[in-house]
């Protein structure tokens, strides 16, 4: 079985270290997990790293295009490597989960997110794996566009290496244990 794993986020140095760039930060972990470095896809829409996690082969990805039209890189790269959608994993930021938290789960819909809506029109089914990482919500009245394109502040940065480990903890998990398993030991 190959399982395909994007982390959604925007290309980049301006957009490195904001909120909506953690699913890059995962995949640069799991990557390293592989047993390799990003490299561009001959599609050239995304980078990727092929090697095994848990024991399964495993595709590590992250879409070159901006957050609201990673369907197409990940709908290539689908086709490419011949995955079921039930064997994608999208990591992504999100809202509605505060920092700090994880949630893991099969389908579902989008919930506003631009990149998950840009996939599942992509791929024609929302019925993927989302690792869903907390981002919390805005302070105050500051729009949501603006908190996810703006940096971490300066506690979440101490602790954003914690969760990134554990987001890739979870997807590790996801491909060794099983979905019950995972969102048992990471959904709290």
Known sequence: MTWLIVGLGNPGPTYAATRHNVGYLVADVLANRVGGKLKKHTSGRADVVEGHLAGERAIVGRARSYMNDSGGPVSTLVKYYDVEPENVVIIHDELDIDFGQLRIKLGG??????????????????????????????PGRQS?????????????????????????????????????????AFNR
């Open 144 to 184: 949501v566009h603006d908190f996810v394109l703006k940096p971490y502040s300066a506690e979440e940065r101490k602790e954003l290496p914690v969760l990134v480990e554990e987001a890739a903890d979870a997807v590790e998990s996801l491909v060794e244990r099983g979905l019950a398993a995972t969102q048992s």
């Open 109 to 138: 819909g989008d919930n506003g997110h631009n990149g998950l809506r840009s996939v599942r029109q992509s791929l024609g089914t929302g019925d993927f794996h989302r690792v869903r990482v907390g981002i919390g919500r805005p």
